[in-house]
Each structure stands twice: as C-alpha cells, then as structure tokens.
C-alpha cells in the first residue's frame, strides 16, 4: 500500500483514469451491456461533475470503480487505472484495501451505507481499524473528531446514537464523515444531496467542498443537478445511454456546449433571465438498454437529428474537449451565460 501511495503522489497524471470500460449485467432476460466504452479521469484534487439523466450509467460506472457489482451476474472489460493498478483486474483482497481508504464512496441514500445496529461512533471507528492500527481509544477519539469536522455540534453525544436517531441531513454528515476518515485520495459522490431539501443541500455540498480542499482529495461528483456543477466543479463529464458524450472544463462546456445533449441539460437550469414557468426539457427519455437505437444513441430526441447520425458515432478529441456527435462543427447550439 506504501507502493500504492507513492505512485499516485509521483506524477501529476491522473489519479484515476478509465479507459474504455464496458460493464454487462445480467438479470432474468440474460446479459444486457451497461456502459459501453466508457473513458473519463479524474486527476488529483480535481472537482470532476458527472451529468445525466436517471438511467444513464452514472451509478454503474461508480459502482464498477469500487468494483460493487455482484461478480457472478456482472461482467467489467477495459481498464480502471488508480495508483498503478487496474482495478478491473486486481484481486478482491487489494480491492479491499483500497476501498474506504484510497477511494471512498458517498450514496445518496445514507442509510444504504449505515448499519442500523451499531451506533455511528462504532461504525466510524470499525472503518479507521480496518485500515490503520489502532486501539479501540484512539480509534473513538478520531471517530468523535470526525463528527466534529462535519459541523455536528455535540459530536461524543452523536457518536453513541443509532443512524434511526438521525435526521436525513444529519445522517449525510456522519456519512461524509466516515467516507472522508481516513483522508482518501477520491471520494465518489453519487447524488449526495439529492434526497435533502434544498437549504441543507447548499450546506452539505460547501461542507463536502470544503473538507475534500483541506484533505486533498479529488471528487467525482454525481448529479443530475447541472447548476450545482456549473457552481462547483472544474471539470464535466456528461453520460447518455451508457455512454460518454461530452467533456471538458465546466466554464468551456457552459459557455458553449458541443453536444446537442449537454445543451439540452443546460437549458433546464433555472435561469433568472428567463420567464418563470419555461423551464424546458428535453423531450422523449434515455433508451432502453434493450432497444438501443443504431448509431447516435441520442438521435431519436435529438432536434438536430440528420443523415449522419444514423452512423455510429466515435468520440472526437480535440484536447481539453471531448464530444461523441459527427454533426459537432456545423451545429449551432444554445449558450448559456455562466
Ligand atoms: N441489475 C441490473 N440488471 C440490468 N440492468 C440494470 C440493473 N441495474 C441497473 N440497470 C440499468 O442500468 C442502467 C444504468 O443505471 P444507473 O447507473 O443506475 O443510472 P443513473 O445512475 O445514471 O441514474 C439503467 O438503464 C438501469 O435500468
Ligand atoms: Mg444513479
């Protein structure tokens, strides 16, 4: 793990770099593929925002990182680069290690990540044990300093009460204290403020923004919420039907979208320049992964739909800018003023 560490400290290069991953479940009708070719990387201390609508693969392809998909009925191809490794590959012991230490994850519903039997002090001690030696004493007392870090005001109190006392809100904080415990280099925020209302949703994402800036650690930072990116992240990735469309640095993308998909998402941020009650969306929904339509998979919704898109679609790189549309150039589509 000292080796692990190392690595990722060595170079500026990416902390975590997926190339091509393609994920297949398998349910009662069979196989069916998940993420297709998916790429994307997160480079140390970034901020990266990944966007779409529900159904797009977004959990899946943080579930495949953490490599949380049931073995026998889900198949990963490609590479999930982190420290040196391929996570793809590597035995379930060094994943083991790496999870809640290197990389840790964050869910949108925190009783999912909460076992109601033990009290939250335990649950935090138990996930410094297992990866720092630690006496039972120090471990508690590390425990109460982390409920402290995520602004809860009487943290040895907490510390003995079972998620059930908690408040929705509440249990987010003890969630993001005991992701955040022992300082790993990438936390995945899947929909972390979703299920919140919309004043604490502002205090959990500055306290999740401002601990990942004094602990060092990158973020991948799941929403649908386009506007929270807009305020928070540095770069973006947007997802459609299991593939990744566009990406880029988030001003680049805001002030002039390349896919006709992100322009869409961004159209539905609420926007004080325009009439109450015109809030556009995009029309029709994501495919089913059984139905997938040949060539580009956004075609059927697409307003700018033509004869190219009927071709399958590569992803086109021009630099900082990635864009998965061969009509990307002759297309002129709606800015949003950041
Ligand atoms: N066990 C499963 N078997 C087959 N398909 C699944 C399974 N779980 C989820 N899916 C499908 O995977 C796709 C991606 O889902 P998900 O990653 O949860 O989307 P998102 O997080 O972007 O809302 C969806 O079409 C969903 O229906
Ligand atoms: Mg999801």
């Known amino acids: 793990m000292q080796q692990l560490a190392e690595s990722m400290t060595a170079g500026q290069d990416a902390l975590l770099?997926?190339?091509?991953?393609?994920?297949?479940?398998?349910?009662?009708?069979?196989?069916?593929?998940?993420?297709?070719?998916?790429?994307?990387?997160?480079?140390?201390?970034?901020?990266?925002?990944?966007?779409?609508e529900s159904g797009c693969g977004k959990s899946m392809t943080a579930l495949s990182i953490l490599r949380l998909l049931p073995p026998r009925d889900s198949r990963l191809g490609g590479?999930?680069?982190?420290?040196?490794?391929?996570?793809?590959?590597?035995?379930?012991?060094?994943?083991?290690?790496?999870?809640?230490?290197?990389?840790?994850?964050?869910?949108?519903?925190?009783?999912?990540?909460?076992?109601?039997?033990?009290?939250?002090?335990?649950?935090?001690?138990?996930?410094l044990r297992r990866h720092f030696k630690l006496d039972r004493r120090e471990a508690a007392e590390r425990a109460v300093?982390?409920?402290?870090?995520?602004g809860i005001a009487s943290p040895r109190h907490v510390a003995a009460l079972y998620p059930m006392n908690l408040s929705g809100g509440m249990?987010?904080?003890?969630?993001?204290?005991?992701?955040?415990?022992?300082?790993p280099r990438l936390l995945i925020a899947d929909e972390p403020t979703t299920a919140l209302d919309v004043t604490i949703q502002a205090q959990i994402m500055d306290l999740l923004l401002g601990l990942a800036d004094r602990t060092g650690t990158a973020i991948m930072f799941i929403t649908h919420n386009l506007g929270l990116v807009a305020q928070s992240c540095h770069r973006m990735v947007t997802m459609y039907a299991g593939q990744v469309v566009e990406s880029g640095p988030v001003k680049d993308v805001i002030a002039g979208p390349r896919h006709p998909y992100t322009a869409g998402l961004l159209q539905s941020i609420p926007d004080s320049n325009r009439p109450r009650g015109t809030l556009p969306s995009i029309a029709g929904r994501v495919p089913s992964l059984r139905?997938?339509?040949?060539?580009?998979?956004?075609?059927?919704?697409?307003?700018?739909?033509?004869?190219?898109?009927?071709?399958?679609?590569?992803?086109?790189?021009?630099g900082r800018r990635e864009v998965r549309c061969n009509r990307w150039e002759e297309l002129e589509l709606e800015r949003v003023e950041a």
């Open 17 to 52: 770099d997926i190339q091509n991953l393609t994920l297949s479940l398998r349910d009662q009708q069979g196989w069916v593929e998940v993420l297709n070719n998916i790429s994307l990387s997160v480079k140390p201390k970034e901020i990266l925002g990944v966007v779409g």
């Open 79 to 127: 590479k999930i680069m982190f420290g040196g490794q391929n996570l793809v590959s590597c035995p379930e012991s060094q994943m083991n290690r790496i999870r809640g230490r290197h990389i840790s994850m964050i869910f949108q519903e925190p009783m999912s990540a909460l076992d109601p039997v033990f009290t939250v002090g335990y649950q935090i001690e138990e996930t």
């Open 145 to 150: 300093a982390a409920l402290d870090s995520v």
């Open 171 to 183: 249990r987010q904080r003890v969630m993001i204290a005991m992701a955040l415990v022992c300082e």
């Open 291 to 318: 139905h997938m339509p040949k060539g580009c998979r956004f075609g059927p919704r697409c307003t700018f739909s033509a004869q190219p898109c009927g071709l399958s679609q590569s992803i086109e790189n021009t």
